[in-house]
């Protein structure tokens, strides 16, 4: 267990809907990292925050976003679902400093969108 | 532009063989490197890292990797592999002047009794 928490673990929806994924880190990490993982692309970084603030962006497409909240767990929101949407979601944490700097990945969640 | 090569999509070893997993990454300035390993319908586990000193580092359940700054190189390796080494590993990259994580494609490494 890397003692970072993603919910739901599982989600169906349709095109066109808006979903929100949620990652609690692990406890003293102030960094999260959002990742979405699908069978043909690896793993795609989409966003990082810090403490708070947007600290580094990825590949995050416009529909989508993300935001870290004062107790540093962190939503990320899907609007306009589309079938290419389809994918594992992961989020990882790290210390991000001190020469700390791996990350630990929550169990993920899958997204379908039918 | 920064990036992580892992140029076998696959490798199949024997158990009780050696076995190496390659990376080879292009970013400016000294890199911190990273190796993770994932099983299926998990999430990625860190194995180890370099960030500065020894070239060979020790990680978790055996594995060690060697960085090599001439050849721009972080290969993965086990003396011994087992059955359970079976999975998919990631390399990853992280530059110190800047923040973004490179992940590699992954290799999914094949251990045979």
């Known amino acids: 267990d890397s003692g970072v928490t993603q919910t739901p673990k599982h989600l169906i929806t349709a095109t066109g809907q808006r979903v929100t994924l949620r990652c609690s880190p692990r406890s003293g990490d102030l960094s999260v990292y959002w990742y979405q993982q699908s069978l043909d692309q690896g793993l795609q970084f989409l966003i990082q925050y810090y403490n708070g603030e947007e600290r580094a962006k990825g590949n995050i497409l416009e529909r989508f976003s993300a935001q870290q909240f004062p107790d540093l767990h962190s939503e990320l929101n899907l609007s306009s679902l589309e079938l290419g949407d389809s994918a594992l979601y992961f989020c990882?944490?790290?210390?991000?400093?001190?020469?700390?700097?791996?990350?630990?990945f929550g169990p993920g969640t899958r997204l379908t969108v039918t | 532009a920064q990036s992580v090569a892992q140029p076998e999509d696959q490798v199949n070893v024997a158990e009780g063989n050696p076995l190496t997993v390659k990376c080879t990454y292009s970013v400016s300035g000294n890199p911190y490197l990273f190796w993770y390993v994932q099983y299926p319908n998990r999430g990625l586990q860190f194995l180890l890292k370099?960030?500065?000193?020894?070239?060979l580092v020790k990680g978790s359940y055996g594995f060690e990797a060697e960085f090599n700054k001439s050849q721009t190189s972080f290969h993965l390796k086990k003396p011994s592999a087992l059955v359970s080494d079976s999975a998919l590993y990631f390399c990853?990259?992280?530059?110190?002047?800047?923040?973004?994580?490179?992940f590699g494609s992954g290799t999914k490494l094949n251990v045979k009794p």
């Open positions: 990882a944490s790290s210390v991000d400093g001190m020469l700390t700097y791996e990350q630990y």
């Open positions: 990853a990259v992280r530059g110190r002047n800047f923040n973004k994580f490179y």
């Open positions: 370099y960030i500065t000193g020894d070239n």
